[in-house]
């Protein structure tokens, strides 16, 4: 019989959905590994069911261990037993901001992991940990699991993130990790308010986890910090050093809580300028829908960046909310100015812009050649008219993917043919676009008026960013 080279099995396979690879582990030895490699590659441990339970046991065996490479330990309250994997919802996520209390973790959670450390030993190809502990019972030993998941397997581990309370940093750190092969981070802070001094917060963030940052110094390159609540971040950034392989930073806090003093951020931007091409960030104001005055501190810090001229520049990917200040957009246009030969994605959030904002905005970026240029751009616009899809072809003729969150409600019919009858007296042959998205009103529009816009556009070829113009089996109502 003729002996098929394993690459070829490997290039069939991926074509083969998950499901279906299951099913024909017994072909052959390539499929039975391939299919075992999928089903085990990414495990996750959320509560102690039956399904948990099974799962662990088939850990205990080092051949099926060996084939795990991402673990997330993620407990959620009150997940039936084998239910399906869901994000947390928004409330669960901020009920800590607003001074509730969450309910208390099942005592099963801790009895699944005190199991989970059993398996640790044999997870010999692990290299990405993703640890979140919002629901776990505060009186449980996280120390204990980390230093057992330490000396298992972590320095071989690429990337690690961990979300929880400042206390569950506190024993994150005092576990002693080495992870000398990580290169990128990512930290999730929420805390209960009026629980925790603020002095005990900011020495917990000064004295351990500012120092477990540092410590990667030499080798990180990514690097991602949210806080779902009002934890004061200023005195953590103080403390923060140099990353000379840091391209990728995401940050995402209410900035008026989190940043009452924003030097040390600056500094991080600053410090850092020179290998940073990646930037994200989200510093959306508490309380900014009700009190947009809550923004000024914000837009000011922006601005503050004129005396900072190293700040934001040579990006690939910029990422922000500018605020709904004039100073706030005037900001970001510098941003965009600072990076005009290099940026290729650029996504602006929350603020609904007019015409001639976007055409400030993406003229800095607009005299590279079509190859070169800007590839994806997201915008949230105010209305959808000829006169803006004329100007992003004219701007920015090679863009790739578009993505616009037009305001207000969907248009009614005789508005939705007057704007594509105005689209077929335009010429967009020699625009590159491939794929583009538009929402209105909170969703999608509907299917029959992207075909419509695609018609108008040839070179359009996938809605959404999915490849393709069909949704999961069905085209997109």
Partial sequence: MLEIPPEIWLYISSFIPNDELLSLAGVNIHFYNL??????????????????????????????????RRLVVRPVINLHADTAYAAPSFWQRISTVTGRKQLPASPSIERAIDALILVFPGLSNLTRFEVESWDMSPDYDLQRFFSNAWTSFGRQLEVIAMAGRPEAFRQFVASNPEPVSCTALSLQFTHELDTT???????????????????????LESLKIWSWSTLDL????????????????????PFNKAFPNGTGLTRLLEDNSSSLDTIELRLNPAGSAMDPSSEQLLAEWFMSHEAHPSVLTNLKLLRMYPTTLSIGFDALVRYTERS??????????????????VEA????????????????????????????FDLL?????????????VGGSHPH???????????????????????????????????????????????????????????????YA
């Fill in 35 to 68: 299919a075992l490699d999928r089903r085990y590659s990414t495990i996750r441990i959320e509560a102690m069911n039956a399904t948990t339970d099974k799962l662990l046991r088939h850990l205990r065996d080092p051949a099926v261990a060996s084939r795990v």
């Fill in 197 to 219: 001094a603020a002095t005990v917060l900011d020495g917990i963030l000064v004295n351990s986890v500012a120092p477990f940052v540092n410590s990667l110094a030499p080798r």
């Fill in 234 to 253: 200023s005195a953590l950034f103080l403390n923060l050093g140099v990353f000379p392989q840091l391209r990728d930073f995401h940050l995402r806090a």
């Fill in 340 to 357: 005009a030969d290099t940026l290729t994605t650029l996504a602006v959030k929350d603020r609904y812009l007019n015409l001639d904002e």
């Fill in 361 to 388: 905005l993406i003229t800095p970026v607009a005299h590279r050649h079509a190859d070169d240029g800007l590839q994806s751009l997201r915008l949230n616009v105010r209305v959808w008219s000829v006169e803006l």
């Fill in 393 to 405: 072809a004219l701007k920015l003729p090679g863009l790739k993917s578009l993505s616009l969150y």
């Fill in 413 to 475: 019919r005789a508005a939705t043919e007057l704007f594509f009858t105005g689209m077929q007296t335009h010429s967009f042959m020699s625009w590159k676009l491939r794929d583009i998205g538009v929402w209105q009103g909170g969703s999608e529009v509907p299917s029959g008026t992207m075909r419509l816009l695609a018609y108008c556009i040839p070179s359009v070829q996938s809605f959404w960013g999915n490849g393709h113009m069909l949704g999961e089996g069905k085209i």
